[in-house]
């Protein structure tokens, strides 16, 4: 199946799928790629300290608003990609109809991506890392 649509979803959807989503977009500019979150704090802009992540790294994500995950999100999406088994089984349950096409964002090697809000820098820098490696294993799919 051809991928081209993706939605790259967390909790708040300020933090890890924001970063997720601005890193596969600059890999992927020919694909539709969106975020949103389970219980997004929807309306308000990305997390300061994973703007600066990605300002590091020259991606400028200041443009991101949060939003939160509907079925029609779901159905548009070809991939779904979650940052822990417990959001796969969330959206599974709530939207049987995804099943099959939600998987980890750290799916290759099997981890999950801890969620950094409200902790130091570091920790959001660390988050950035794990989720700059996980999204180049996904390169060969895409």
């Known amino acids: 199946m051809q991928i081209q649509n993706i939605l790259v979803v967390c909790v708040g959807n300020i933090c890890r799928s924001p970063m997720a989503e601005f890193f596969l977009k600059q890999s992927h500019p020919n694909l539709n790629i969106e975020s949103a979150g389970l219980s997004a704090?929807?309306?308000?802009?990305?997390?300061d300290k994973a703007i600066a992540c990605m300002d590091a790294l020259?991606?400028?994500?200041?443009?991101?608003?949060?939003r939160q995950i509907n079925a029609d999100l779901i159905k548009?999406?070809?991939?779904i990609l979650v940052m822990s088994?417990?959001?796969?089984?969330?959206?599974?349950?709530k939207w049987p109809f995804a099943k099959g096409k939600v998987f980890?964002?750290?799916?290759?090697?099997?981890?999950?991506?801890?969620?950094?809000?409200?902790h130091d820098q570091a920790f959001f820098d660390e988050t950035c890392e794990n989720i700059q490696s996980y999204a180049k294993d996904w390169q060969s799919h895409l």
């Open 58 to 66: 020259s991606i400028d994500m200041r443009s991101h608003i949060a």
């Open 104 to 118: 980890r964002l750290g799916h290759w090697q099997s981890q999950n991506v801890p969620d950094p809000y409200q």
């Open 76 to 79: 548009k999406a070809d991939l």
């Open 85 to 93: 088994k417990n959001q796969s089984q969330h959206i599974e349950q």
């Open 41 to 47: 704090m929807v309306g308000h802009s990305a997390d």
